[in-house]
């Protein structure tokens, strides 16, 4: 039987959930300090805490001892329980920590881009979006009603400083050059990051190690993006060419148009990013967390020091604190005393759950900007960047252009109507900063807030070393990479 701990903290009613786990798994946490338990633990168990059985009282007494211990310690509220948030949470944990998360939905829910992305662990998508010349394309794609980008015409005048920044950050291959040195340190190791902390919140089979592929139609169409791998070549990544015969062999369904296939060996990818999501935050429950089911709204500064944050169920008391709320987190940013350029990159997908044929191999296709691969629901594209802000409501009519894009890129899918049941859509809110890096480093108003947060396109591949960095931060460990190009102040 889980055993539940109350404990009054401001004017939040908190709740420790400690749910039973694998006593059998060479773990013997009953009697250890939480903290150091998460420490040392490696494998894909949790606490066993059981008020059920003949050992009650003993038990009740650990769990006792179990939060003296950790009352002690520094109190951080984890804001978002995304990829980001519930990575986070569970390296705090792991450092001795206290931690309560606050997330308002289910963590990994549909409201968290966590939840419906490509789930690529693209370790080599160092290369930002906004490459030298792009201005020059920006017109096709916007006129193209199958392009990969889209306007919301009203929305332009607010989004307009942040595209200028963007298409100046990529004006240059050095700045591209840069960018990518940077965003490596951050995703470099990342597949193998996410497989172990999959197979600590025991959901192992969830992370795939086993190589990610581009596909061109042309050779031409390859050297138009060579800029890119040049880029990617000069930070140590590495890939094989495929030539027609090798792309037919290996994705048999795969459309004959394509006709070169870049494959990436160290990559990986997750089968269903919601369920990692959720199980992380499971585990990071399982392991002492507190969760307060609201969404935060500012922070009480005294003196440059955090000592509560706000929320829509009243204050929680704390020492630290993390914005970790994705494409939502500007505003706390603001309220912490450090307003940044985050914009939402809108993105779609559509899940096929029918579908009988598809990819072996998770796949981009140059043409299309889209990533097909079978994800526990079924055949999954993702893609599209629409630029319309965080509350215009969704233009499934982009979902569907990945539809149709997957139907040309795999003829012999099985012809589903758009309006099938069989067909599922998403939209998500890329969380991205103009110079294609995300935001990891204290507040101006408070060192005790950590900003963690505008990963864009590659922020469940990124979350894994960001939680450790983040965690460094609160720990005042020295960083494992360099973190000033990360600074959430650098936009002035
Ligand atoms: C179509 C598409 C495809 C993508 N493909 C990939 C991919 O293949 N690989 C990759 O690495 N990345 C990909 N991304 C990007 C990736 O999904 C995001 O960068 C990442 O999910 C961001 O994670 P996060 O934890 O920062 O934010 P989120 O996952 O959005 O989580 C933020 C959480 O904060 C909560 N929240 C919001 N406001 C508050 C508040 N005030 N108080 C408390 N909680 C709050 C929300 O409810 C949410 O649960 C893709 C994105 C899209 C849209």
């Known amino acids: ?125 160092v290369v930002p979006p906004a490459l030298p010349g792009a201005w020059r394309k920006v017109p096709g794609w916007l006129a193209d009603p199958l392009g990969p980008l889209a306007l919301r015409w009203r929305y332009l005048p607010r989004a307009t400083p942040w595209l200028l920044r963007y298409l100046a950050s ?15 340190t951050l995703l470099a190791d990342a597949p193998m990051l996410h497989a172990l902390l999959a197979a600590e919140a025991g959901v192992p089979q969830l992370i795939e190690q086993r190589g990610l592929l581009h596909a061109y139609r042309s050779r031409s169409e390859f050297e138009a993006d060579a800029l890119g791998w040049r880029v990617r070549g000069r930070v140590g990544i590495r890939w094989e060419e495929w030539d027609e015969d090798e792309l037919r062999r290996r994705e048999p369904d795969l459309d004959v148009r394509y006709t070169l296939g870049i494959f990436v060996p160290e990559a990986g990818h997750c089968r269903n990013p ?40 009243g204050d929680i008391a704390c020492d630290a604190a993390v914005i970790c709320a994705g494409a939502r987190s500007a505003a706390l940013a603001a309220a912490a005393g450090s307003p940044v350029p985050l914009e939402s990159e809108r993105g779609y997908h559509v899940v096929v759950e029918d579908a009988m044929v598809g990819p072996r191999t998770p796949v981009m296709v140059a043409d299309g900007k889209l990533i097909a691969h079978w994800m526990d629901g079924g055949l999954r594209a993702a893609g599209q960047v629409e630029i319309g802000g ?36 998403w939209l998500g809110h890329r969380p991205s900063m103009p110079d294609g890096l995300p935001c990891i480093g204290p507040a101006r108003a408070s060192a ?23 965690t460094q931060l609160l720990a005042g460990a020295a960083p494992e990479v360099a973190l000033a190009p990360f600074d959430p102040q650098r936009f002035g």
């Open 274 to 313: 919601g369920a990692y999501v959720a199980a992380l935050a499971r585990h990071a429950l399982a392991a002492g967390a507190r969760r307060t089911a609201a969404r935060a709204t500012g922070f009480r500064i005294d003196g440059g020091r955090l000592r509560a944050v706000h929320t829509e169920a």
């Open 1 to 125: 039987m889980p055993l539940s701990g109350g404990r009054s903290n401001g004017s939040v009613h908190e709740t420790a959930s400690l749910t039973a786990a694998d006593p059998g798994h060479g773990c013997s946490l009953a009697f250890a300090d939480s903290a150091e338990a998460l420490r040392s633990h490696r494998g894909p168990c949790a606490w066993e805490v059981s008020a059920a059985s003949g050992r009650s009282t003993i038990l009740n007494m650990t769990v006792a001892r179990q939060f003296s211990a950790v009352d002690v310690r520094r109190h951080v509220v984890v804001i978002g329980a995304g990829a980001v948030g519930s990575v986070t949470a569970i390296e705090a944990l792991r450092a001795g920590l206290r931690v309560t998360v606050v997330e308002p939905d289910e963590p990994g829910g549909p409201q968290a881009t966590s939840y419906g992305n490509a789930g690529w662990l693209s370790s080599h998508s």
């Open 170 to 184: 990529g004006w240059t291959e050095a700045r591209v050059q840069r960018t990518a040195k940077v965003l490596r």
């Open 448 to 470: 005790d807030i950590i900003l963690a947060f505008g990963h864009g396109h590659v922020g469940l591949c990124g979350s894994a070393r960001t939680g450790r960095l983040v």
């Open 390 to 425: 965080l509350e215009a409501a969704p233009d499934w009519r982009r979902a569907e252009i990945l539809h149709r894009h997957l139907k040309s890129m795999f003829p012999r899918l099985a012809q589903v109507a758009p309006d099938s049941p069989s067909v599922k859509r």
